[in-house]
């Protein structure tokens, strides 16, 4: 049992250049969500899904975009990075967030760390 | 909208006790999160609080929350030089699309001094 695993662990990429950061979870859980963190800022919400093939924007979508074609599986794409997107990036799931009843953890995957010159 | 404030930094000698607090702005936030960062790692939850809960006490840790004032302490007895690392408060809130999500706080650097 991994949990959630983040493929690259780190990435150097030029202004304009694209890139896809993969995270998968072997966790059978239903939200899987993109952050960023930046230096002083926390944790921000880029993008999550609430189940497989559904994607939807958080606080700060803007420059990417995300794909869940599998439970497992929540893709986040870069499609002309700019500098402003470096950041050390994190992937998350949970089982559901969805009721009042339960605290419902999120599990971190271990962040890419992005470079943008 | 949602916002978590905390400090950035605080240092304690090892064994005595450390309280980082956090400030929250949703009154409806119903579950409130301690998570732990270690270096390079990702985050780790802590522990956590339900809102019609005062105080939640777990080993070494206690969770303070005084919903009138939006105020959350944790606090670590016997702190460690492992207990060194980024501890984030964090609330849980509604998305537009469904479900909730987390908004956490800046991060505040414990650093345990011998």
């Known amino acids: 049992n991994a949990g959630v695993t983040q493929t690259p662990k780190f990435r150097v990429l030029k202004t304009g250049q694209s890139m896809t950061l993969l995270c998968a979870q072997d966790?059978?859980?239903?939200?899987m969500y993109w952050y960023r963190q930046d230096p002083g800022m926390g944790l921000r919400l880029i993008h999550y899904s609430v189940g497989e093939g559904t994607t939807a924007k958080g606080e700060v979508p803007d420059g990417y975009n995300v794909s869940r074609l599998k439970k497992q599986n929540f893709l986040l794409g870069l499609e002309s990075a700019a500098p402003s997107q470096t950041s050390v990036y994190f992937c998350a799931s949970s089982w559901q967030l969805g009721s009042g009843s339960t605290m419902d953890e999120q599990y971190f995957g271990p962040g890419t760390r992005l470079t943008v010159t | 909208g949602e916002d978590v404030e905390q400090s950035l930094f605080l240092s304690v000698r090892e064994g005595d006790s450390s309280v980082i607090n956090c400030t929250y702005t949703?009154?409806?936030?119903?579950?409130l999160y301690w998570y732990k960062q270690e270096p390079g790692a990702g985050l780790q939850l802590l522990t956590y609080i339900f809102s019609n809960m005062d105080m939640k006490q777990d080993q070494r840790l206690t969770v303070l929350l005084n919903k009138k004032d939006k105020h959350l302490s944790l606090r670590i007895a016997d702190t460690q030089t492992g207990d060194s690392a980024i501890y984030f408060c964090a609330e849980r809130s509604g998305l537009t699309g469904g479900g909730n999500k987390l908004t956490f706080g800046t991060g505040t650097q414990l650093k345990v001094e011998l």
């Open positions: 949703d009154s409806s936030s119903t579950y």
């Open positions: 966790m059978n859980h239903e939200y």
